[in-house]
């Protein structure tokens, strides 16, 4: 399934990459207040793991919505 995981703040692409080891595909800011990432998961749990990698780094998410393939 498909997500997108908007993120407070102006994340910067490489780090993005780099913290996430490459999960999500690049990030595109839609407003200087947030970061929307996206990416296709196999599962809820493979998800939840990418949201507890953001946490880790300290980042605020803001909104988890799943979008059409």
């Given at each position: 399934m498909r997500y997108e995981v908007h993120v407070s703040g102006q994340v910067p692409r490489e780090v993005l990459v780099r913290e996430t080891h490459g999960l999500a595909e690049p990030p595109e800011v839609v407003h200087e207040t947030c970061t929307v990432l996206s990416g296709t998961f196999a599962d809820q749990a493979a998800l939840h793991g990418f949201l507890?990698?953001?946490?880790?780094?300290?980042?605020e998410v803001v909104r988890v919505r799943r979008t059409r393939d």
């Amino acid at each position: 399934m498909r997500y997108e995981v908007h993120v407070s703040g102006q994340v910067p692409r490489e780090v993005l990459v780099r913290e996430t080891h490459g999960l999500a595909e690049p990030p595109e800011v839609v407003h200087e207040t947030c970061t929307v990432l996206s990416g296709t998961f196999a599962d809820q749990a493979a998800l939840h793991g990418f949201l507890h990698q953001l946490w880790a780094r300290r980042l605020e998410v803001v909104r988890v919505r799943r979008t059409r393939d």
